[in-house]
């Protein structure tokens, strides 16, 4: 027997309602069973966690390289579904369901509903880094220093991407993400 529900009214900005509406379609949920979701998580956190990823942000300053590889994945759904059950969850992810960030314990997983470009030499794998500080200046510190500029500092749909060469021939991407382009 499903619970029995019944209405809340909150009154929230805006730009909270909008990005709310959006997550809830890049969720594939109701609005009401995201705001559920959203409500029981922050009931159930202790504070401990929260303190926990205060401190994590205060360590990490804007030049470090976080790791997010991303999975190229046939089915966004069907990728979406296999990784909530090992526990992930969506950080964010584009409104046309083409890539999702997920987070499982601390570490961070893309997901891309589209094939590799071989052009690229894209694998199924790819290997990103996000980057909070200047991609231009980093670029130009890794020239200086003989790193292979794949292709340079360009403008995308989420931000900025720099693309480097390793030694190997594998592509590697260092991604600057402006959340204002995607949620």
Excluded: C
């Excluded at 759904?77 to 083409?98: C, E, N, Q, W």
């Amino acid at each position: 027997m499903k619970e029995a529900k019944q209405q809340f009214n909150v009154y929230l900005t805006p730009e909270t309602v909008k990005k709310m509406k959006h997550r809830s379609i890049d969720e594939q949920l109701s609005l009401s069973d995201l705001v559920e979701k959203v409500f029981s998580a922050y009931l159930a956190d202790t504070g401990e966690n929260h303190r926990a990823q205060q401190a994590s942000e205060v360590e990490q300053s804007e030049e470090t390289l976080r790791l997010q590889p991303m999975l190229h994945v046939e089915e966004m759904g069907r990728a979406l579904d296999f990784y909530s059950k090992l526990g992930a969850t969506i950080v964010h992810g584009s409104r046309d369901g083409d890539w999702a960030l997920l987070r499982i314990g601390k570490t961070e997983l893309g997901l891309l509903a589209h094939p590799a470009n071989p052009e690229q030499n894209e694998g199924r794998v790819e290997l990103n880094f996000e980057y909070g500080a200047s991609l231009e200046e980093l670029e130009k510190r890794l020239r200086a220093d003989g790193v292979t500029i794949a292709r340079p500092t360009g403008d995308e749909g989420f931000g900025y991407q720099l693309q480097l060469e390793d030694p190997d021939g594998m592509l590697v991407k260092i991604n600057q993400l402006d959340p204002a382009l995607y949620n």
